[in-house]
């Protein structure tokens, strides 16, 4: 029974590899049997829809953060994007009375020039992005608030309820186009050569450069393309709250980022997907949703939301380094 | 002369996976004196001052050093026993002064408060010795190269040395600044300090050691009184060797020219002018420094051009970028592969098509089927030992690892290929691999430029060899002029 012993360790190993890969799926799935249980409330149809609709527009801009990311950057400025570009469509709407048919597209051209700003910042000053998008974040949010002026800003017409309040076959419009975003955003990571390059300058930036990429140019493209996508949710973002507010989409990048870092998306780069991402979001879902139900304050809910995300990357990080660890072991005897 | 022994190592040996770094090493050094280590890269030079300096643990051997056998070094028992070395990375905090990092790590203090007056003034003091003037308050990163270096050495002076080991320590130096680094190794010499002296340059070797010991493969091949000995026989012991590695023939005849460089000029070079036909392996020589990276760097687009024109097939490249130089069918195989060559958390198939992954894509979509096929042509065709074109490279040995790295150059068509240093890392087996790949390559028509600190391996490879010394074209040897000694001496720029 020599092959017992081999056999188990293989096994474990196996099984090992596999909480891994699938670690953040298995805290989802541990936490909704787990609020199951606590809650008749929770895993309704429902409130599952309501839990949905709550994270899909934290879920979108979070698609846009995680290219950004994976290709080795980070972007803090969204939610502030989304302050400015918030005001300035509702301004358009309720006091210019532009028609939706312009206005949107106005709206999400403009989230792109913000996005193409923090890109230009981050190649021509060399700065990292983390600092370049913490500058404009400040930049933008006070940006919205001088358009504001602190304005309550209301009078929107009714047509423009659909995008945050409508419904496509029973299910909340933010959500279906969160998951069309979601497919197309796999797509292109996993099918597209741009996605390739994406993965590329987060794996190995001057390879990447040596092998003929136009860095810049990549690196401008993902924060045009981040800052588009927290336009979309700018508008879906308005259409659910109806009224210009300058606290609407404050502080929606930590739950983008959190929903990253918890989806095996790391601040380093070249690794990344959707279906982490998405498991992280919903991950923040049921938590806020269940806390809600249990009515935790506030804060305790940020307590408890902070600490899953550092056990989770914790988790990873330690995971990471026995990996590396093993490589070095195993990598000489190859020779 | 003082003949007392300071240091003596017996039956050193290191092991490596796959490698005998060290194999029963033993050498004396004398009080006093400057003793040079001699020997090519891989010779084990490098390793045996590790020992010594207890950054490497040991398989077998004692280090006896002051009436004490020790069996195992450590950086802090060396320290103690008034051991030093300079590595040729300083080790220099470069946001703290001078003075500063002379005393970093010794308590030099006031009750709490760092004593800044006194530190300074023993800077002072120390540099005093050596007739130099640096400011003890300057931060480090504000002083040259050479000014470094003698920080390097105060620090160890200050440290009450017995035993200063220098490695390389002549690469980043101007001739003039090597002139007073040797006037202050003379006079640690007149301490009785001992100075190991390590480098390839055979002049320098001769202007300052007493004596001089040759290694080469790990083992110790001979120690000789510098003024007993000369350049011929310091070279017939260094690479002594018989031709073990057989270079593979060639039956290519070279006929159009394939590239041809005008008076390039940037990254440090100036001036250079060559051209390689198709079928011809050209090598380039110099010594650390001599801007043979540089001119790679410079051909392949990655660092603009300040000067001059790149021709390939009779036609002028504008080289404002790799992609240029992708488009122009220039390959590079970089000396930092990991760095630059690989993404070492990609599989074999990811790493292998990225170059071209453009071009395999309809409206962008990758053709992934194409993708595999191409994929598996070379690593079938470059004999690459993955288990599946799927495996992370990070998992690949060294060789493999190059084989990826060429089968990027070779997936995009490139027919005008620089090595840089394509064997450095490698173990044997993979290196015969590796000419064999070149060979083929050459005798297919491709154009190719080997750069390589491997004398034999240039030697054996190259058609030509262009020698480059300080960022300039210090010759141009044909394939009958080949001799170890003229091309050393066209790279140190004797002539």
Not at chain 1, 69 to 92: A, E
Not at chain 1, 274 to 303: C, E, H, K, R, W
Not at chain 2, 100 to 126: C, P
Request: charged content about 20%; overall charge positive.
């Amino acid at each position: 029974m020599n092959n017992q012993p081999a056999f188990l360790s293989s096994l474990r190993g196996k099984i090992g590899l596999m909480m891994r890969k699938y670690a953040p799926q298995m805290i989802l799935l541990v936490l909704l049997i787990l609020f199951s249980f606590l809650s008749p409330k929770f895993m309704t149809l429902f409130n599952m829809t309501i839990l949905v609709r709550q994270v899909s527009f934290a879920a979108i801009s979070a698609v846009g953060v995680m290219f950004v990311m994976i290709s080795g950057g980070i972007d803090l400025s969204i939610g502030s994007q989304i302050v400015f570009t918030n005001i300035v469509l509702s301004i358009m709407l309720a006091y210019a009375h532009v028609p939706l048919i312009l206005a949107i597209p106005i709206t999400l051209l403009m989230g792109t020039v913000l996005g193409v700003i923090n890109g230009f910042l981050s190649i021509k000053l060399k700065i990292h992005p983390l600092i370049i998008t913490l500058g404009t974040a400040s930049i933008y949010k006070g940006l919205g608030y001088i358009v504001a002026q602190a304005r309550n800003i209301m009078g929107f017409p009714d047509s423009f309820r659909v995008f945050g309040q409508g419904y496509l076959w029973k299910i909340p419009v933010p959500v279906v186009i969160m998951i069309v975003i979601a497919l197309i955003a796999s797509f292109i990571l996993n099918r597209t050569y741009f996605g390739r390059h994406v993965f590329a300058l987060g794996g190995n930036e001057e390879a990447a450069r040596l092998a003929g990429v136009n860095v810049n140019r990549m690196k401008v493209t993902l924060f045009a393309l981040c800052g588009f996508i927290s336009a979309i949710t700018s508008v879906l973002l308005l259409s659910r709250v109806f009224a210009g507010q300058v606290s609407t989409g404050q502080g929606i990048e930590f739950d983008c980022l959190t929903a990253a870092l918890l989806g095996g998306i790391s601040f380093k780069g070249g690794e990344g997907s959707v279906f982490g991402l998405m498991t992280g979001i919903l991950i923040i879902g049921v938590l806020n949703n269940a806390m809600q139900l249990a009515s935790f304050p506030d804060f305790s809910q940020n307590v408890v939301k902070g600490a899953v995300l550092l056990i989770a990357v914790g988790f990873d990080q330690y995971q990471k380094t026995r990996k590396a660890k093993e490589t070095i072991a195993r990598v000489p005897v190859q020779g | 002369m003082d003949t007392k022994v300071v240091l003596s190592l017996k039956d050193i040996t290191k092991r490596y996976p796959g490698v005998l770094a060290l194999d029963h090493v033993s050498l004396d050094f004398l009080e006093g004196e400057v003793h040079a280590l001699l020997g090519e890269n891989g010779a084990g030079k490098s390793t045996l001052i590790k020992a010594v300096a207890g950054a490497i643990d040991l398989d077998g051997g004692i280090v006896h050093i002051g009436n004490h056998d020790y069996n195992q070094m450590t950086p802090h028992l060396s320290r103690s026993l008034g051991i030093e070395v300079i590595y040729q990375e300083f080790n220099l905090v470069p946001t703290l002064s001078a003075a500063e990092n002379i005393f970093l790590g010794d308590r030099i203090a006031k009750s709490f408060l760092v004593d800044f007056k006194t530190m300074k003034s023993r800077t002072k003091e120390i540099f005093g010795l050596f007739r130099v003037d640096i400011d003890p308050g300057a931060l480090v990163r504000d002083l040259s190269p050479a000014q470094q270096q003698i920080v390097e050495i105060a620090k160890a002076v200050s440290k009450n040395v017995r035993i200063l080991i220098m490695d390389e320590p002549s690469a980043p130096l101007s001739v003039s600044e090597v002139d007073r680094m040797f006037e202050i190794i003379r006079q640690l010499k007149q301490k009785d300090v001992t100075v190991i002296y390590i480098s390839h340059r055979l002049e320098e070797v001769f202007r300052i050691s007493d004596r001089v010991t040759v290694m080469r493969d790990g083992r110790y091949v001979a120690t000789k009184l510098t003024k007993d000995t000369s350049r011929k026989e310091l070279i017939s012991l260094m690479v002594g060797r018989e031709l073990t590695e057989v270079y593979p023939n060639r039956a290519s005849t070279p006929t159009e020219t394939a590239i041809e460089i005008k008076h390039l000029s940037g990254n440090g070079d100036r001036d250079i002018s060559f051209s390689v036909k198709k079928g011809e392996i050209v090598g380039l020589s110099g010594l650390v420094g001599s801007g043979r990276t540089e001119l790679a760097m410079l051909l392949c687009g990655a660092v603009p051009l300040e000067g001059g024109e790149i021709w390939v097939d009779g036609k002028p490249v504008k080289m404002r970028s790799p992609a240029d130089a992708k488009k122009a069918k220039i390959g590079l195989l970089p000396e930092d592969r990991k760095g630059h060559g690989l993404f070492l958390e990609m599989g074999v198939k990811w790493n292998i098509c990225f170059p071209i992954i453009r071009g395999l894509s309809k409206n962008g979509v990758v053709d992934r089927k194409k993708e595999t096929q191409i994929a598996q042509k070379y690593k079938e065709q470059l004999d690459i030992r993955t288990p599946s074109l799927e495996q992370r490279v990070i998992n690949l040995s060294g060789g493999n690892q190059q084989k990826v790295v060429l089968a990027k150059s070779l997936a995009a068509e490139s027919n005008i290929l620089i090595f840089d240093e394509p064997t450095r890392g490698i173990d044997v087996g993979a290196k015969q691999e590796i000419y064999k790949l070149m060979c083929e390559l050459a005798n297919n028509g491709s154009a190719i430029i080997m750069i390589s600190s491997d004398m034999e391996e240039l030697l054996g490879m190259s058609d030509r060899i262009i020698v480059l010394s300080e960022g300039e074209m210090a010759g141009e040897v044909k394939r009958e002029q080949f001799s170890q000694d003229y091309i050393l001496d066209l790279a140190s720029g004797t002539f």
